[in-house]
Every structure is written in C-alpha cells, then in structure tokens.
C-alpha cells in the first residue's frame, strides 16, 4: 500500500497473553507493500507489525500495551549488559534478506516447543505468514557460534528508523541471555546506520515477558499520542 485510505477491521484473538482474565482486541489491517513514510507514520502512531497485519492494541479496559523506542545514539550498556556483549563476543551475526530455509525454521519450531511450552508443532504456513511476509524491506539476522546457527532475529530496515520484529535462540544455550545480546547488537546496527530509533513494540509494566524493555535507557513511550521520555511515564 503506498497511499490513500486505510479500512481497519477490530479483531478479537482470544485471552491476553500477558494479562489474565483479559481479553486481546486489535483494530488491524492487511496489506503485501507499504511505504517506508507510511510504514513509519503508522510506527509512531503506536502500530506493530506481525506478517502482512499491521495493528493496535484496542482492548476494553485496559490500556497496558504502551509503545516504545530507544534513542540508540546516547544509549549506554550497563553494568550486566556489558557483561553479556562481552560473554558474546565469538558469536557471529550475519545479515540476509527475509526468506525461508530449512535450518531457520527447524530452530523457530524448537524455540516453540522448548522455551514457550508449545502443544503443538508449529506448521511452515504459520511460520511463513508470521515471519517472512513482510510488506516492507525486512533482514534476517543469523547468529552463529562456530558453525552452529544459535538465534535468529528479524528486523524493519527503513531509512531513518529500525524495528525489532522478532527474536528466537535454541534454548540450550541460555546461560549466554542471548535476547539481551541480540538487542544490543540491534542497537549497535542502528548506530551504526545512523539512525537514532530502534522500536521495540509494546512495553508493557507488569508482564515479565515484556517489562525487561525497560533497561534499555534512554528511551521514549507513547502515551496521549505524544512520544515523551521514559522518566515521565504515568499510569
């Protein structure tokens, strides 16, 4: 899509996966192309991207799904950070455009099943509408040890922002914290491209699997439609 009206559907997907006896409602639409102007205006109106669905939190009561970037040009590692860039330093990341192999999907599947409890297998269809459509230009990144691939991270490449899709690692090897290595090295990309905002998605204060984005500092929220610093937040 490169302009024009945009029709939005609200979609009900079931319990909230951070939220007990809350339900997930999202206001989202479908597209195969976007603009890098359109695709970062709906960015820093607090939407997210999964596959080729482009949504918003809208749930009933509940407004706990806040968007947040970080200002990766006076980021600064701290003291655990800096010690897990160094734990890494042999792992080896390669970048490629989004496309689906064998070896990436068989670690997806394994991710799944052994860190997130999956009842059941995960499907290539479900993998490759989550993952590698993509209506804008969009890289793998592959992390080795030696010759052995140990994550995978996918990221929104525009011209002047970057957002941080998603990210899997084999779960033997989580003594190396591998997520927080993975975010620092995004953020290092970023400043290595010049580009001051790495988007992460949503922060969300009292959920453990989301609430970790708030070590990575400086960094701005969105809330009341303006993007303010991290230290003024209010609930």
């Given at each position: 899509m490169?302009?024009?009206?945009?029709?939005?559907y609200?979609?009900?997907?079931?319990?909230?996966?951070?939220?007990e006896?809350?339900?997930w409602?999202?206001?989202?639409?479908?597209?195969?192309?976007?603009?890098?102007?359109?695709?970062?205006?709906?960015?820093?109106?607090?939407?997210?991207?999964?596959?080729l669905?482009?949504?918003?939190?809208?749930?009933?009561g509940?407004?706990?799904c806040?968007p947040?970037?970080?200002?990766?040009?006076?980021?600064?590692?701290?003291?655990?950070?800096?010690?897990?860039?160094?734990?890494?330093?042999?792992?080896r990341?390669?970048h490629?455009p989004?496309?689906f192999?064998?070896?990436?999907?068989?670690?997806?599947?394994?991710?799944?099943?052994?860190?997130?409890?999956?009842?059941?297998?995960?499907?290539?269809?479900e993998?490759?509408?989550?993952l590698?459509?993509?209506?804008?230009?969009?890289?793998i990144l592959r992390?080795?040890?030696?010759?052995?691939?140990?994550?995978?991270?996918?990221?929104?490449?525009?011209p002047?922002?970057?957002?941080s899709?998603?990210?899997?690692?084999?779960?033997?090897?989580?003594?190396?914290?591998?997520?927080?290595?993975?975010?620092?090295?995004?953020?290092e990309?970023?400043?290595?491209?010049?580009?001051?905002?790495?988007?992460l998605?949503?922060?969300?204060?009292?959920?453990r699997?989301m609430?970790?984005?708030a070590?990575?500092?400086?960094?701005q929220?969105?809330?009341d439609?303006?993007?303010?610093?991290?230290?003024?937040?209010?609930?």
């Open positions: 490169s302009g024009g009206q945009i029709n939005l609200q979609t009900n997907n079931g319990p909230c996966p951070y939220r006896d809350y339900s409602y999202n206001v989202s639409f479908k597209t195969s192309k976007l603009t890098a102007d359109v695709y970062a205006s709906l960015l820093n109106q607090g939407f997210r991207r999964s596959g669905s482009i949504y918003h939190p809208v749930c009933s509940c407004q706990s806040i947040i970037r970080i200002d990766v040009q006076n980021f600064s590692q701290n003291k655990g950070q800096r010690r897990t860039w160094r734990k890494n330093k042999e792992v990341v390669e490629h989004v496309e192999n064998q070896e990436d999907f068989a670690l997806y599947q394994q991710y799944q099943k052994d860190w997130h409890d999956a009842e059941s297998i995960v499907e290539e269809i993998y490759f509408d989550f590698i459509e993509t209506p804008v230009p969009t890289e992390y080795y040890l030696g010759n052995k691939l140990i994550g995978l991270g996918w990221l929104d490449r525009l002047e922002l970057i957002s899709v998603y990210f899997v690692f084999d779960p033997e090897f989580v003594s190396r914290r591998l997520g927080v290595f993975s975010l620092l090295y995004e953020i990309y970023a400043r290595f491209l010049n580009i001051r905002w790495l988007y998605g949503y922060w969300i204060e009292n959920s699997k609430n970790y984005k070590e990575y500092q400086p960094a929220i969105l809330q439609s303006r993007w303010i610093p991290f230290g003024n937040y209010q609930q």
